[in-house]
Each structure stands twice: as structure tokens, then as C-alpha cells.
């Protein structure tokens, strides 16, 4: 149901986009947020917005990355400038979608993706 990609190694004070597609039976996406999980520690969230366009940001990325979203194409994006080597993470996407058939809300997940900020 979510495809995420652009993830990459990039050298520190680089940038990178992410993107995560939904697709499926979709009739609505809620929110829709990116959370990164480093080697050995917890999943965090990273950014989050509302179907309204809302957004929140972890502290740690504020200022430097931005989340979107593409409503006609099912999309949420992350950008993220100035990264830092304490950004290497796996990168996952979360949508809040309301399927077709049951009008029904359920969270979903991408796969990940890699990042790795390092020279």
C-alpha cells in the first residue's frame, strides 16, 4: 500500500527527498508522517501532516527538513537539507487511510528506506 524511495548516501550538509506513494482502494489519506529508526534505537517520529496541511516537526530536524504532501497523487514527501551524520536512520512512511470498501480508517507503513550521512 506505501512505496517509499530516495533514500541514499549523502555527505554531511547534503540533501535528499524522500517520497512515499500510496496505492490501493484508497477514498481518503488522513495524516501522513515520516518516523526514522538509527542502529539501536527506538523508532521516532519525524514529521507529520494533516489532510488539512498542518505540519509538526521532531526538534532535532526543524528548520531543516520539510514534509509535504501530493494529494492527487497520493504522495507525502520529505525534504531534507543540511543533513547531519546523526540523520542516518531507516526512513519509514505512515499514512492513515480510508479504504473504499470498508470507510474505515487503518495506519499503514512503508517499507524503508536507507540513509547515511557520512563523508
Known amino acids: 500500500q506505501l512505496q517509499a524511495s530516495g533514500g541514499g548516501l549523502v555527505q554531511p550538509g547534503g540533501s535528499l527527498r524522500l517520497s512515499c506513494a500510496a496505492s490501493?482502494?484508497?477514498?481518503?489519506?488522513?495524516?501522513m508522517a515520516w518516523h526514522r529508526q538509527a542502529p539501536g534505537k527506538q523508532r521516532e517520529l519525524v514529521a507529520r501532516?494533516?489532510?488539512?496541511?498542518?505540519?509538526n516537526y521532531a526538534e532535532s530536524v526543524k528548520g531543516r527538513f520539510t514534509i509535504s504532501r501530493a494529494d492527487a497523487k497520493n504522495t507525502v514527501y520529505l525534504q531534507m537539507n543540511s543533513l547531519k551524520p546523526e540523520d542516518t536512520a531507516v526512513y519509514y512512511c505512515?499514512?492513515?487511510?480510508?479504504?473504499?470498501?470498508?470507510?474505515?480508517?487503518?495506519?499503514?507503513w512503508g517499507q524503508g528506506t536507507q540513509v547515511t550521512v557520512s563523508s
Open positions: 490501493g482502494s484508497i477514498f481518503s489519506i488522513n495524516a
Open positions: 501532516i494533516t489532510s488539512s496541511g498542518s505540519t
Open positions: 505512515n499514512a492513515f487511510i480510508v479504504l473504499v470498501t470498508t470507510q474505515r480508517e487503518y495506519s499503514y
